[in-house]
DNA sequence: ATATATTTTGACAGCTTTTGTCAAAAATAG
DNA sequence: CTATTTTTGACAAAAGCTGTCAAAATATAT
């Protein structure tokens, strides 16, 4: 039996800390999750504090284990991979705009 | 000696189709930029065909190579990177938008 | 068509990065 | 203090990236 805690994301929250704070709500301990996840407690410490990356289908089963929707860790999964790769770079907004054109522009005209 | 062409470039084309432009545009054979680049011109070619990655010295040495905005290039760069990473995802966009957000968001409040 | 130049392909080795494991150290809770 | 949880760093294995090379394929020119 898990507690029943009202918890309200952040939505500029990367992924760790929204992670943390799920896990924290529940008074979960690393071990317990980790175990869930299959992965070494110490990889989902690192996770939580960005460390460590953290893939597709661990996500996922993050969403399912605390009943939040999936597209929305997706969505911070995502959006802070992109993140990380713009930083540091001056452009990073020009290249985020071009960015949303290409795939408008590709799902629109599908290749083949 | 370079002929000079009026030579038009497509935003929604990657780094690799705009390279291949500007480099037949001036009639060079891959050889002759890839050793400006210093690299083989096997490479150049999986390049300009985006079965290779470039990096962000080599975009800013072909802009000043082929004479045009280093920003033009690096900005094709950088959201070819993005749509790579966001590839078959379907919340691509929401992505998108999300990590504006919060490259806005940590841009107005530098953290420490 | 032949000869020449250019481009593409794939195998390969070396290097870097990523991933997971582990145990000890540090921090926190009781 | 004791017990529990979290963090840290060293390590090895796996995966990925980079450049080199030569042969095959394609294009160009005579």
Avoid: C, H
């Avoid at 990367?14 to 980790?34: F, H, S």
């Avoid at 597209?71 to 705009?97: F, I, M, P, R």
């Amino acid at each position: 039996m898990t507690k029943a805690v009202k918890i309200y994301l952040f939505k500029m929250d990367n992924l760790g800390n929204t992670i943390r704070k799920l896990r924290e709500a529940k008074e979960l301990p690393l071990r317990t999750v980790a175990a869930y996840l299959d992965i070494d407690q110490a990889i989902l410490s690192k996770i939580e504090r960005g460390q460590r990356k953290i893939n597709r289908d661990q996500v996922i089963r993050l969403a399912q284990y605390f009943e939040v929707k999936e597209e929305t860790l997706l969505v911070s999964w995502l959006s802070d991979k992109l993140v990380y790769e713009l930083e540091d770079e001056e452009l990073a907004l020009k290249a985020l705009q071009v960015a949303e054109e290409k795939i408008k522009y590709t799902t629109l005209k599908p290749k083949k």
